[in-house]
């Protein structure tokens, strides 16, 4: 069974960082699409920012040249580590991995961007 367990959210200023990891439990082999989603409340859950296996990335303008992700295919991780962090990306943030034709999510972890 594929759990999800993420890490590193929480409440930062106007202009910090924050770095949220998620790591894959389980016995796993050859992931594949990794990424990060968020969603706020009365809002569907929309695209952060993705990567597949061959590393190639796609994410929501608004986070480009602020947010950076990255996965350790070793570990089953990937992280996503935010810059220049900005209100409107106060959100709950959900860790999604696609594993053998399925989706899997994690739980969700808070960030919160005070201004």
């Known amino acids: 069974q594929v759990q999800l367990v993420e890490s590193g959210g929480g409440l930062v200023q106007a202009g910090g960082s924050l770095r949220l990891s998620c790591t894959a439990s389980?016995?796993?082999?050859?992931?594949?699409?990794m990424g990060w989603y968020r969603q706020v409340p009365g809002k569907e859950r929309e695209l952060v920012a993705v990567?597949?296996?061959?590393?190639?990335?796609n994410s929501v303008d608004s986070v480009k040249g602020r947010f950076t992700i990255f996965r350790d295919s070793a570990k089953s991780t990937v992280v996503l580590q935010m810059n220049s962090l900005k209100p409107e990306d106060t959100a709950v943030y959900y860790c999604?991995?696609?594993?053998?034709?399925?989706?899997?999510w994690g739980r969700g972890t808070q960030v919160t961007v005070s201004s």
């Open positions: 999604t991995i696609k594993y053998r034709f399925r989706n899997y």
């Open positions: 990567i597949n296996s061959g590393g190639i990335i």
């Open positions: 389980g016995t796993i082999f050859s992931i594949g699409d």
